[in-house]
């Protein structure tokens, strides 16, 4: 099955779910689209079909980037102090989790919580804002210098992240966060409005995959450690609640964003980006599980089994 | 490092952790203890050291074994129809999980609930009730027909065994159990009650690691499929609420049980079975995991890295 | 407007709620059926109209029962060190209030966890067993001899039980019940077939109304503050989780049980029991709820205001 | 009892209790301090005694007096389709109530999430903000003109006010709160640092006691129902997450706030406002409602059983 078939096997399935559109913006997006991009480590080289280059709002995807530049920044030791590393089974939302737990900190970075504390983190430096060192990060991690922050869903992500906002509150009333928390949150939805294409996270997906050296020129940008628990994050807790039910029945370490996006890496063998709008109701794309099902079956991908 | 360099290496954390005694025959297992045992597919050999002829109950462990014999009996659609595969942040032995997500079914095989509910589906043959069965496939599967019963472990197990009833009645209580609810934890508390050792431990990572196939004999005991499932269970949700601090740290699939056991499997490299009974606050073994630890660094069986 | 006047205003009623049906017996009372006793303490003398004859299950209502024998035979003191008299906002059935707070003891004895519980303090006597004890209790205090057990309906209870029983080993798991679990449960079951009018709870109204001496023969039953204590709980937690909800609109100390009945206690004033078998969502009477109301305007019983 | 006698009854149980001190103004007020107010309805008069003229921070007893404002502007029918009037067992700062009842509004106006609803309702009139008409009703039903804002108390309070930020934000994100969130918040911190005595609260008791009247006028200000509704809620929800258990013991309707306020209504008899700073764990004082309890059993005001 070359990637062609994969798409034409799976862009139906976009009948099956639904645009985001809590926000104008991502309600827009044409629903009807399936972009494939496959890193592949042993050729060096990337295929791509479908829509695979055109731009959408990366999302919860983010979270990934903005925590290997934590980690970057910071070191492992320093942002496993404030956020967990925990599975759970509630929304990535949940202020409950936190409750119930009276957790001292986040259960991990993928839930909203865990990624705005982590986001936090991030310290200016002499001449550049957390946001736009994120941007020149995720631009260097995904190849993709075109990588910009979309206006229009930002203001959008800010206006109506009343969630985020209510989450972010509850972290600092509990002392959990220390930065200021509208100054975070504005870094958060910005970095969750930059656009890419499945191509780009074909690429971040192949450096987490070759365990933090880009493949493309043979640089080490993170280190293997923070490359190996990220994804291994991605595999407990990357799919929202349905993650463990992923993982078993795909087995690809995944990160999904509500804009339609998926990110996998499978190491030491591909990057995986797919794109394909309508999501089911745990907020994943639709079609895209299915090409990433397909992908797992035909190139033999699930690590629990090869 | 070999294996007795890993038991020198952690047999004094043995001394960090506290040994489970909810019940007297477990309270009176004497803690500093480590035994280790490695089956390697590629050489197909087992190696141990230390107290790896130990035996001690399984415990929690026989969820794996048991979801195992159920999906053999009953083929996986059938068994996924009554139990989940999501991860959750919760402990083990939580109700609390059961009536937040008003689920129709328990999360995972391997929170207590959704164990008890697989135990249930196990029919009676025409001349063996379900322990009887699920004590012939333990012993086959790992290869160990020394495997019994112990009988004061399950009386005690049975006597104290009051949050197990609660959870029971709650699945009868909302339909989700069909079967009877006392059959079902005789059942269960037996089934958790098996005397393993380390070297048995192995044996079953070693056919898990083998997608099914056993490597002593080559014989297929149990489909890929299932296979391939449990071992993303283990990942995901094997070491109960710290299940993802460990994959992170880790990266093996492992299921943990009370009585001091792990169990391992690495995809067509390596089953590992280690016993060491004091326990970290979570459930797991501390010294075990020390050498689960040093064996994915020294064998390179991080499955997010290698 | 008099009793025949409330009935007539309210049987229509009738139609907006819906027949307990969890037992069969339960489901087969007729619906269109509303009674009303008022036990008047100024003139000493109970009126009655409708349906105030037909015998029910008296169900939930034995609680206050129950709680007051259990009182009289160990003093409040002992009784309130194993259940609180926390209001709670979940269902009369939560475990996860149980979990979520921890709890030492069940929130209060009106919440069937609570209730097991304070059913499970009643000792056998020499010659009586505990259900022995409570049903010549009940009916001394509701002046009423032929309070029988319908063991139809004891035998469904505790056929169909399985979400008590849950609660019952959750308490017992966690060192709350000291008492046998079944015998309690059996106990329990018993105690809530118990069949009754709305006369006989006209008339435990009225003693809890006198605060505790029976109007009928100036007996002291109970105590003056056993009988406080008791309407303070009506009040707060006997409507299931819209207690609240009733008492800011009605203002009569109430509980109220799935077999259809209301029983009221408004100090000094009147004891009222009310009969209509169709319940709103929360498991309260609906054309019962509607009568109180009626009578708390007409006779000016709102404790809040009057 | 006089009321110099209740003092010196109480006073040494300031020992028992702890200041709040979640901001440094309030954490700076002297502990040993008592004073007790009560306003006779039958004899139209006050007394006082101890430190009843001494100002402190009215807090969450301000929740009763935007409540009645907000009646009295929008009338009851339409407050309540805002905010419910069901007691709930959790801590009055929690939001895990909210999102585990999946609640179309908070469950009572007297839990925060509630309170800050309420005050959100309050419209600018053409020239008064929100809060220069809720300090001006606070006088008028207080009979105090000399009710001011501490300006350092409400600058701590929004400084601090972290866990209602979320709160409210948790509202708004549900589509609950259609006001401004910040305007309400701000509103809400000012409404929370006027600054009353003993002697203020017992006149606010007596209107409600009186049934909407001010007693030394004998104008009414709010409408019976309103006095009604808001003294039930004050006995199944005024006391934090033990107003049962203060229900079942004192039988007096009571709003506590943090600053060491309580104020209670018992119908047509009195109304009584108690300070003294030290707070038990629920948030309540301790000598304050030593001090209750003792007018509960000295001048028989237990609504349970006079």
Sequence with gaps: MNLQEVIDNNLAKTANGKVADYIPALGQVAPKQLGVALYNLDQNELEQAGDANVRFAIE?????????????????DEVTKHVGARQTGFPFNSILNLE???????LNPFINAGAIEVTSLIKPLADRQPFEQ????AREI???PQITLNNEIFESEDRTGDTDRSLAYYLKANGIMQGDVTVSLTTYFKQCSMMVTAVSLANLGAVLANNGVKPWDQDRLISSRAATYAKSLMMTTGLYNESGTYSSIIGIPTKSGVGGGLMSAVPNRVGVGIFSPPLDQAGNSVAGLGALGDL?????LDIFRY
């Excluded at 903005?66 to 492992?76: D, H, I, S």
């Excluded at 994120?134 to 990060?137: G, Y």
């Excluded at 797992?296 to 033999?300: F, G, N, R, Y």
């Design 134 to 137: 994120i941007i020149m990060f």
């Design 100 to 106: 119930i737990e009276r957790a001292q900190h986040p």
């Design 296 to 300: 797992s079956t035909d190139l033999k």
């Design 142 to 144: 995904c190849h993709d």
């Design 60 to 76: 919860s995807i983010s979270k990934v980037i903005v925590f290997l530049y934590a980690v970057k920044q910071l070191g492992l």
